[in-house]
């Protein structure tokens, strides 16, 4: 795990603070800087979590627009004590701890590279870039720098993934041999001419498609939960429902894992309404499978157990999604736990991606790294 000291932000140095100091910046909280426009994704959110963060001292706010000073007013209330129309003039004059950047992929890089060059810890929105190569830059300045740069993969912390994730570690799958996984949603969207005119829907400005979008959680969480990278992908990208995009709506893709394992998964623009998803691993001692929508959350079952039942959990208390991911990040970010993510991950995450992509464009599987 990457490790970093909060206070080297104010010139101090050690892997991770003490514990006096780590109470003292859990108590005197940090400073985050949002760095967005109109357009940014899943702002209400970000604003959320910040206002309930405990350690969140002060909120600044990047918006050369505007649009969304008042929704952040309205959240953080007396937290947000500043806005600012560029990216550069929050941090010089702020020096928050930790920059949460949620903009079009196509215009976020140069302002993560803001951030990080002026030593802060960075929470992106995905995918935050439309070519590899810029993130494989600021995957440099971070490592170089020892910053977090962490993408915003929530479903990591989700309580059905971290009980998963758990249970494999200790070996209750035994070796894992295979992976089998989904992530549905709504083909309505595409219809409506308004999504057309977003970034979401242009590869340009994005990126690409449902697979960079919203299939990218998926990739990124068979990785965690087997403990094991992507090293290889082969598939297909396209439009099956016949709407006028140049991104994907559907992809199907195969994988080999660093672990020998084989996996599939299809990431697509199908129903209605809603979303269906799944991931489902099989191993030497038994088989693991995870639903974050409908069915049960997780169920497995385990040769390893003297009464070979299958273990069903219908639900877990606690929160999910992007609140507590954002908590962890700003306690990552204030050296008081490691992040939910490394920068290395973040990297194999779009590498896997943009492997998938390449792979649909040359016919040819692709070797990731």
């Known amino acids: 795990m990457q490790r970093r000291v909060f206070a080297k932000v104010l010139g101090a140095g050690a892997a991770l603070l003490p514990a006096a100091a780590a109470g003292s910046a859990a108590r005197e909280g940090i400073k985050v800087g949002v760095i967005t426009h109109a357009g940014g994704a899943h702002l209400d959110a970000y604003f959320s979590a910040l206002a309930e963060a405990d350690?969140?001292?002060?909120?600044?706010?990047?918006?050369?627009?505007?649009?969304?000073?008042?929704?952040?007013?309205?959240?953080?209330?007396?937290?947000?004590?500043?806005?600012?129309?560029?990216?550069?003039?929050?941090?010089?004059?702020?020096?928050?701890?930790?920059?949460?950047?949620?903009?079009?992929?196509?215009?976020?890089?140069?302002?993560?590279?803001?951030?990080?060059?002026?030593?802060?810890?960075?929470?992106?929105?995905?995918?935050?870039?439309?070519?590899?190569?810029?993130?494989?830059r600021l995957h440099e300045?971070?490592?170089?720098?020892?910053?977090?740069?962490?993408l915003a993969l929530a479903n990591r912390l989700n309580?059905?993934?971290?009980?998963?994730?758990?249970?494999?570690?200790?070996?209750?799958?035994?070796?894992?041999?295979?992976?089998?996984?989904?992530?549905?949603a709504d083909q309505t969207r595409l219809t409506r001419p308004a999504y057309h005119e977003t970034w979401y829907a242009e590869k340009a400005r994005g990126g690409g498609g449902h697979l960079i979008w919203l299939g990218i959680h998926w990739l990124d969480l068979t990785t965690f939960l087997t403990d094991s990278d992507i090293v290889e992908v082969a598939g297909f990208t396209g439009v099956v429902g016949g709407q006028p995009l140049d991104v994907e709506d559907s992809a199907a893709i195969a994988m080999k894992f660093?672990?020998?394992?084989?996996?599939?998964?299809?990431?697509?623009y199908y129903l209605d309404r809603g979303y269906h998803s799944h991931i489902k691993i099989w191993g030497s001692h038994?088989?693991?499978e995870v639903r974050r929508h409908g069915g049960l959350p997780?169920?497995?079952?385990?040769?390893?157990?003297?009464?070979?039942?299958?273990?069903?959990?219908?639900?877990?208390?606690?929160?999910?999604?992007?609140?507590?991911?954002?908590?962890?990040?700003?306690?990552?970010?204030?050296?008081?736990?490691?992040?939910?993510?490394?920068?290395?991950?973040?990297?194999?995450?779009?590498?896997?991606?943009?492997?998938?992509?390449?792979?649909?464009?040359?016919?040819?599987?692709?070797?990731?790294?």
């Open 55 to 136: 350690e969140v001292a002060a909120v600044s706010l990047s918006d050369p627009g505007r649009q969304n000073v008042d929704a952040a007013r309205e959240a953080l209330g007396e937290k947000l004590i500043a806005v600012y129309g560029e990216p550069a003039t929050l941090v010089r004059e702020q020096r928050p701890v930790m920059a949460l950047v949620s903009m079009e992929a196509a215009l976020a890089p140069p302002a993560i590279e803001v951030a990080l060059r002026a030593g802060c810890h960075v929470m992106a929105e995905k995918p935050a870039c439309v070519r590899i190569e810029d993130f494989e």
């Open 141 to 150: 300045i971070a490592k170089t720098n020892d910053l977090h740069l962490m």
């Open 159 to 184: 309580p059905e993934a971290r009980e998963a994730r758990r249970l494999i570690g200790e070996g209750m799958m035994g070796k894992i041999y295979g992976v089998e996984a989904h992530l549905i």
């Open 258 to 268: 660093a672990n020998g394992a084989f996996g599939t998964m299809t990431s697509g």
């Open 286 to 288: 038994g088989w693991l």
């Open 298 to 369: 997780l169920s497995w079952y385990s040769r390893k157990e003297q009464d070979s039942r299958i273990h069903r959990i219908d639900r877990f208390p606690g929160p999910s999604g992007y609140t507590p991911f954002v908590k962890a990040c700003v306690r990552a970010s204030a050296g008081l736990e490691e992040p939910p993510l490394t920068v290395d991950d973040s990297l194999q995450a779009l590498r896997t991606v943009f492997g998938c992509y390449r792979a649909a464009q040359t016919g040819r599987a692709q070797r990731l790294g």
